[in-house]
């Protein structure tokens, strides 16, 4: 939010507001000379004074004539000076009978916050009137200056300009600046009222609007926010016009009016509210009869989001999030989601804490913004509790998990389910500064009650299935983990401490048939070197993997002198007793495969702050083929960067590892790969480049392109150029995004890609709170807009 400060204008008028009681020293000498701050100084930081009027004025001048009981003349140099205030002037003159002062010639004031030059100030000492003539001031402590035929205080904090002007831009710069009729100022109120303020570009008029009201204060106020401007080939001229709206101090308005020459005019609004219950934001999003795409009619988004502790144990939370149709986020610029989402989030939950136990309820439902895929399932609700008991004996820990939950889906070729899950358990935890040693047994028990009426069980998704109505699981866990820390001196690289991390986990998890329960809320876990280490391989209770496994790996770390961290490797492998537990299909329980898990290896390396790397890659001993491998190399300079990456997946890890039936519906009757053969043609092989430069305080650029190996076609590249001068921007930004496939890629080799060209020049003022906007790119090579952003690739904690 914009907003003027305090003495934006009320300051910069103040130019003879000494006490009534003048102590004048009119000796001359050395030493009568007080150490006095620069006039352009900016003072804000400095403490002020209990009462600052009443601080003892210091007058000098070259000379000074006076008559008793009728006036006293200050001629040549006057410098006055009451605690933070200074004034020059040519003379001042204080008329003893009316109680008034009249500074002339040259007069320059500052409070250490605003600086002003007057040809004339007079100053009633009895009724506080003040006028100044033909005046400039000029901010201290930030940028910004203005102008000013007359200007009057007629109040204690009332002030009234004529023909004034305000401006971020320095002195001799008239790139843009607001003009009005005339300007009233009630600090009390912290309110500045312009009167037939015009915005001009280099002295050229360019809006007008008859009234306006803007803050001065930190007190918020209804009104209008700097609009920005831009130009883009996807939606043409685009103009923003934000109106805040101050409607209580604990919850606000901000609606802003966005004009798109090919689209329409879109109403955006965000409602920021506080309550002892937390804090909040509903945004939302209308454009009504979106002209580019007219058989879409009116499209609008919403997202409402609260987060909030009250009394110390409730905690609220609610993430609600929803489109008017699956294409909004590819067709609209939004600030509720990205094109690439695939369906948006809807849920509510309350939770009570306590030291040892919480309870929790959990409602959910989701949004889905693909055109093929099978509705996912509601969580209506689900009611959590958890106790934890530590050190109920000497290093021994209890507590339980537990939680009754109620799936239901509009997708009726689906059965809904009634599950309770109860998990107690008990761990020995033994650590050390050199290591640690955890032990931990657990019972799962979970009752189903699924809804099969009216279901065809013979139909191809239950092919793998044999429901049943009512199911009792009880499966026991056990896991034991150990590891301990080994450092040394190294002088391999010269002069870093090196540290030796291995780590060992036994796993055991009896079989169990599964396959009479529906899978509702479970998907596969990440398999990367931190995975080989947890005890469950899927997110949810519906199948509770086989185990019976070691794990075993290493991680080995570099640090140098200061501590830094500058290297790390990580890799590690899973030897699976019972092979059969190896496979990652949820049903199917046989696999002739070897006794051992792909090796996972992790890397980073941070070479003197400058070159970067990450990567990682699992190679599968079965088929000695790599499945999953990524890879970031980054070098960074004073001023900029440039980074390449590159990331793979087979085809048949993602078949294995991703619930495709959730999210496409295909005849696997006439192809049983119809699933995977829709998603990707032969895996995922993509690599791209980013680089940013800033060639001088108000040039930078930054650019990025990623390319697919697997379809030789290019998928995103982005450009933008950035000026940022003193009290002005403009950027400028071109894009080619593929958006489609005609037909779809997956399933026709000879598919034509379809992109989206755009190019758009944004452009605002810098200055008084206002923000660079997004669309001119000046935050980065992530800025919105892109699909595929920059990500830093080496972030260590310490």
């Known amino acids: 939010m914009s907003r003027f400060p305090r003495t934006l204008l009320a300051a910069s008028i103040s130019a003879a507001l000494f006490a009534p009681q003048i102590q004048a020293n009119e000796a001359l000498t050395d030493d009568s000379v007080q150490e006095l701050p620069a006039i352009d100084q900016c003072l804000i930081d400095q403490p002020d004074a209990e009462n600052p009027n009443q ?61 002003t030059i007057s040809d004339k100030a007079v100053n009633n000492l009895n009724t506080e009137y003040v006028e100044l003539n033909n005046t400039k001031y000029q901010f201290l402590c930030e940028p910004g200056r203005g102008e000013a035929v ?11 300009i004529e023909d004034g002007s305000i401006t971020s831009c320095p002195e001799g710069d008239n790139s843009w600046r607001m003009k009005a009729s005339s300007i009233e100022i009630d600090q009390n109120e912290e309110e500045a009222t312009f009167f037939n303020p015009r915005f001009e570009i280099q002295q050229v008029p360019v809006f007008y609007l008859p009234y306006l009201t803007v803050p001065i ?134 939770q009570y804490r306590t030291q040892n136990w919480d309870a929790k309820l959990l409602a959910r439902d989701f949004q889905v913004l693909t055109e093929e895929g099978n509705l996912p399932y509601r969580l209506l609700p689900q009611l959590s509790f958890n106790y934890y ?53 657990r019972m799962l028990g979970t009752y189903y009650q699924q809804d099969l009426n009216g279901l065809d069980l013979n139909d191809q998704q239950f092919e793998q299935y044999n429901l049943k109505e009512n199911v009792t699981r009880i499966i026991p866990e056990f896991r034991s983990h150990a590891g301990i820390v080994l450092e040394r ?153 440039i980074q390449g990456n590159y990331r793979y997946v087979t085809k048949e890890y993602i078949a294995q590892t991703v619930d495709l039936d959730s999210i496409v519906s295909c005849d696997k009757d006439a ?56 009290c002005w921007y403009i950027g400028f930004t071109y894009s080619n995004q593929l958006r489609s496939w005609d037909p779809s890629f997956a399933s026709y080799p000879e598919a034509d890609a379809e992109y989206e060209n755009n190019f758009s020049i944004n452009f605002g003022i810098v200055g008084f709170g206002t923000n660079i906007g997004a669309g001119s790119g000046l935050a980065g090579a992530d800025s919105s807009g892109n699909s595929l952003g920059y990500g830093r690739p080496f972030f260590l904690n310490n």
């Not at 050190?391 to 009634?418: C, E, Y």
Request: proline fraction near 3%; include cysteine.
């Open 217 to 350: 204060g930190d007190t918020r106020k209804t009104g209008f926010l700097y609009p920005t401007a831009s130009y883009g080939s996807s939606d043409g001229v685009e103009f923003e016009v934000p109106i805040y709206w101050n409607l209580a101090p604990n919850y606000d308005l901000e609606t802003t009016l966005k004009y798109m020459e090919k689209r329409g005019t879109q109403l955006n609004s965000t409602f920021r509210y506080l309550t002892d219950f937390g804090h909040g934001q509903i945004e939302s999003e209308y454009l009504p009869d979106d002209k580019k795409y007219l058989d879409k009619g009116d499209r609008w988004g919403f997202q409402y989001t609260h987060d909030g502790i009250y009394a110390q144990n409730w905690k609220f939370d609610i993430d609600y999030s929803k489109v008017s149709d699956i294409d909004y986020f590819s067709d609209v610029d939004s600030n509720i989601g990205k094109r690439e989402d695939g369906q948006l989030i809807q849920e509510g939950e309350v």
């Open 55 to 115: 601080l003892p004025i210091n007058v000098e001048a070259d000379s000074l004539e006076g008559v008793n009981g009728d006036k006293a003349t200050y001629s040549g140099n006057v410098v006055v000076v009451q605690g933070k205030k200074r004034m020059l002037a040519d003379s001042v003159t204080l008329h003893q009978q009316d109680n008034v002062v009249v500074a002339e010639g040259n007069v320059t004031f500052s409070d250490g916050q605003v600086k």
């Open 671 to 726: 192809d049983p790969n119809c699933s995977i053969n829709s998603i990707t043609r032969d895996g995922i092989s993509q690599a791209g480049i980013l680089t940013g430069y800033t060639f001088s305080p108000n040039w930078n650029a930054s650019a990025q392109y990623f390319y697919d190996l697997t379809t030789e076609q290019s998928i995103e590249w982005l450009a933008r150029l950035n000026y940022i001068d003193d």
């Open 389 to 441: 008991s530590p050190q109920i004996a000497p290093f021994l820990d209890f507590d339980v998990v537990s939680h009754v939950s109620r799936f239901d889906t509009d997708d009726t070729t689906k059965p809904s389910a009634t599950r309770v899950h109860v998990e107690p358990g008990i761990t020995i935890p033994i650590h050390t500064t050199w290591g640690s040693w955890t032990t931990e047994a």
């Open 150 to 160: 007359y200007v009057s205080k007629t109040g204690k904090a009332m002030y009234e």
């Open 489 to 641: 001196d190294s002088y391999v690289f010269g002069g870093y401490t090196q540290t030796l991390e291995p780590q060992v986990q036994y796993l055991y998890v009896p079989k169990e048939d599964q396959s009479d329960i529906y899978l509702y809320d479970t998907t596969l876990l990440q398999t990367d070197y931190y995975g080989l280490f947890r005890s469950r391989k899927f997110s949810g209770v519906d199948r509770i993997a086989s185990a019976n496994q070691f794990s075993y790996g290493a991680s080995t770390r570099f640090f140098d002198d200061m501590y830094k961290e500058r290297l790390n490797i990580s890799f590690g492998q899973i030897f699976y007793l019972d092979k059969s537990s190896k496979t990652t299909n949820s049903i199917t329980s046989e696999d002739d495969s070897t006794n051992y898990s792909a090796w996972a290896v992790e890397m980073d390396f941070n070479f003197n702050d400058y070159l970067f790397y990450h990567g990682g890659v699992q190679y599968d001993v079965d088929s000695s083929e790599m499945q999953v491998a990524n890879s970031t190399l980054e070098y960074r300079s004073g001023n900029g960067y």
